[in-house]
């Protein structure tokens, strides 16, 4: 089993809809959890960054996070064209960045 | 220059060539990492420099070599390469006591080996 799982996509969604993106993890340990968005030929960057349970809301973004389940979310509001790109998963349990478990992303595309 | 640069931006080369990627990081960071991308799996962390000592080596084939020789320059040497090695690879910078994890990554350099 994976330590990270994330579904690859990809995802195509029409403008102005709710985009749910998710991960599930088996590290119990895991309690730094990040969102990094990557666009086609860049590198990743950091979206939203979320420590232990709970909800965390930037602009058209919310990350949620469920370590009950362990199950974490990204939702994504009102989607727009400039949205679309594959979005990563990412957590640790320690923090710091050699310590991170990445999902394989999720390829989403928002059409007009 | 801003942020973390990679050059070459592309590379294709043969089985028995020899050649060097470069990362340089203008963020004042002290950690720089190399990371290899392979379409649908998962970022696999090759090599971490921390204070520019290696501090991880994640059991990576010894025809990949790392090189930093200061805190803002990461090399990655290549020799011998095989097909599966084509992939893309992304340099990252961190501050190394950075709680939250955060990397900042360069634009990749995309690698064919023939």
């Known amino acids: 089993q994976k330590e990270v799982e994330q579904d690859p996509g990809p995802l195509s969604v029409p403008e102005g809809a709710i985009v749910s993106l998710n991960c599930t993890y088996s590290?119990?340990?895991?309690?730094?959890f990040m969102w990094y968005r990557q666009y086609s030929r860049k590198g990743p960057e950091l979206l939203m960054y979320?420590?232990?349970?709970g909800n965390k809301e930037d602009g058209r973004f919310t990350a949620q996070v469920d370590k009950s389940s362990k199950y974490i979310s990204l939702f994504i509001r009102d989607s727009q064209p400039s949205d679309s790109a594959t979005y990563l998963c990412?957590?640790?349990?320690?923090?710091?960045?050699?310590?991170?478990?990445f999902g394989t992303g999720t390829q989403l595309k928002v059409e007009l | 220059e801003t942020g973390v640069t990679q050059t070459p931006r592309h590379l294709v080369m043969g089985m028995t060539n020899k050649k060097s990627l470069k990362c340089e990081q203008h963020?004042?960071?002290?950690?720089m990492y190399w990371y290899k991308q392979s379409a649908k799996k998962p970022l696999e962390l090759m090599f971490v420099?921390?204070?520019?000592?290696?501090?991880e080596n994640n059991s990576v084939p010894s025809r990949f070599s790392p090189e930093c020789p200061n805190s803002s320059h990461l090399f990655l040497h290549l020799h011998t390469l095989q097909p599966e090695d084509s992939a893309l690879y992304l340099c990252?910078?961190?501050?190394?006591?950075?709680?939250?994890?955060?990397?900042?990554f360069g634009e990749g350099s995309r690698l064919t080996v023939l």
């Open positions: 420099y921390s204070l520019e000592e290696r501090v």
């Open positions: 990252a910078s961190s501050q190394v006591y950075e709680n939250t994890g955060e990397l900042f």
């Open positions: 990412a957590m640790s349990a320690s923090g710091g960045g050699n310590k991170l478990t």
């Open positions: 963020l004042g960071h002290n950690a």
């Open positions: 590290n119990s340990a895991f309690q730094y």
């Open positions: 979320t420590y232990s349970s």
